[in-house]
Every structure is written in C-alpha cells, then in structure tokens.
C-alpha cells in the first residue's frame, strides 16, 4: 500500500507580512494513521525539500500527541526535510493520494497543474483522493471524465466561512473555501466550527478542520481496505 501526500510550498499568508505553510497536525495525525497501517509514505511538494510549517501550527497550545510524536522521531522529519518535488511524482505509482492543509495551500496547491493533472489521474484509475481542512481547496480545477468540476454533485467539505471569519482570515485569503466548493457544484456538508467531520463521496475524502484530520486518514484508508 503506496501512498502519496502532497504539502504546499508556499509560505506567505497573503500581504499580511506573516508566514504560513502547512498545518502540523493535519500532516503529522494522518501520516501516522497511514504509517501505523503499515503503508508506504512518500511525501512530495511542488517545489520539493523542506515545506514550510506554518507557526501557529507549532505552538504549544497547537500540540497533539501525534504532533509530539512527529517532534520525537527524527527519521520522520528528515523525511518531511526530503519531500520530492512534485513534478516528478507519477500516479501509477500510488494506491492513493492525501493533502494536508494549513493555508499555503490556497495560493499554491489550488492551481498547481501538476496537482490537478495527479489529481484526476487518480480519480480516472479509481483511487482515492483525500485532503483536510484548506487543502479541499486543491479539488477547484480538477475534472470528471465527463468534462464536469469533480465536486460536482459530491458531498465535501472543508474549513467553513466561519472557521475563516474566527480566525481573523476572510479579507485575507485568496478565496472562500466554502463558497469555491459550492461554486462548483459540490454538495457542502460540515458540523460546528473545529468539530471533528469528515465525509467520503465515492473515492473522495474531505475534513473540515485540523481536529478531523485523523478521522479524513481513516476515511481514506478505509477505502484501500
């Protein structure tokens, strides 16, 4: 069991003069889900090396055991330091493919062509797709077959418009992600804000927030079982 996740390389939160990156949690909760599993990880980004963690992410009130965990095991982040650049990364070599989230993904993920083209290479061989909190924001431009957004009719999620607006956010980022899941046709589902939610849709799984990124890895794991 192969799979692929993929974590942003972008590290400004707009023009605020703040750095952002990927959130720790929803990288270090799932990779844990699917390494204790026994799959076989590897992670790529789009310009490969190290991603960028976003700070907040790293605060100590930001801590989980599966972050600690992280923190303790220093082949783990020496893996993280090594992520292959994603223009080199190859589907077929994958049983599935799983986005952790943070911000960063909204200004690059969301419109890398080599994460859409991987993307619907996956749905198109009929493996999974998973992705966390922001990172849904990578499923704006990938296609169905039928030409159509692949959200379409499919029930997702992803961090709310008022998780955005509580974190002070919603003038900041590039797009509501939200509003872009709904604009395209995808049937939105969540629960309270930072609860726990996760949803699958055939081969697509999504979670709302930091808090469901285990359950969105179990989701998805369930679906290679």
């Not at 799932?30 to 992410?57: C, E, H, M, N």
Request: hydrophobic share 40%.
């Amino acid at each position: 069991m192969n799979i692929l996740m993929v974590l942003t390389s972008h590290d400004a939160l707009g023009d605020t003069g703040e750095k952002t990156g990927f959130w720790l949690e929803e990288f270090a909760a799932p990779y844990y889900v699917f390494k204790d599993a026994g799959a076989r990880i590897t992670l790529a980004s789009p310009a490969g090396g190290q991603p960028p963690i976003d700070p907040k992410s790293d605060a100590e009130d930001a801590q989980t055991a599966a972050t600690d965990r992280f923190k303790a095991s220093e082949a783990d982040q020496r893996a993280l330091a090594s992520t292959r650049p994603l223009s080199e990364v190859n589907a077929d070599d994958y049983d599935a493919i799983f986005y952790p989230g943070g911000h960063g993904p909204l200004w690059d993920l969301a419109e890398d062509a080599d994460s859409i083209a991987l993307i619907e290479a996956f749905c198109k061989a009929g493996k999974p797709v998973g992705a966390v909190c922001h990172a849904p924001a990578v499923l704006r431009h990938p296609r169905s077959a039928d030409g159509e957004p692949l959200v379409k009719g499919k029930r997702v999620t992803g961090f709310s418009n008022s998780e955005e607006e509580a974190v002070g956010l919603t003038d900041v980022v590039p797009f509501l992600l939200e509003d872009e899941l709904k604009s395209k046709g995808g049937d939105y589902q969540r629960t309270d804000d930072w609860g726990a939610f996760a949803v699958t849709d055939g081969l697509l799984v999504t979670g709302q927030n930091p808090a469901s990124s285990e359950e969105a890895a179990k989701q998805l794991l369930a679906l290679l079982e």
